[in-house]
Nanobody
């Protein structure tokens, strides 16, 4: 069974940092373009960051550019989202997603596999 499992969420003060992990099972994440999305209650899911399968190019939402970094560690079959200088508006459930697409994309419909999400709460 194909699964993506996020971890690393929690409660953090504004200005702090968290690193989210997305572990794959039943698939090799190195063969997929991987993305991170987030969703706050009552709001639509929004794109955060993506890393392409080919070349490893990265793509970030303007709201997180310069603060967040997406990366992968293939030997651990894991994708990461390093989040620095966290803001209150970063509070959301963060989802890991994977798709057999050739380049990073912000379109959620292009991703085939999704994790269950991990909660990130930023406090003042």
């Amino acid at each position: 069974q194909v699964q993506l499992v996020e971890s690393g969420g929690g409660l953090v003060q504004a200005g702090g940092s968290l690193r989210l992990s997305c572990a794959g099972s039943g698939l090799f994440l190195g063969d997929y373009t991987m993305g991170w999305f987030r969703q706050a209650p009552g709001k639509e899911r929004e794109f955060v960051a993506a890393i392409s399968w080919i070349a490893g190019s990265t793509y970030y939402a303007d709201s997180v550019k310069g603060r967040f970094t997406i990366s992968r560690e293939n030997v651990k079959n894991t994708v990461y989202l390093q989040m620095n200088i966290l803001k209150l508006e970063d509070t959301a459930v963060y989802f890991c997603a994977g798709g057999r697409i050739t380049s990073a994309t912000s379109r959620a419909t292009r991703y085939d596999y999704w994790g269950q999400g991990t909660q990130v709460t930023v406090s003042s």
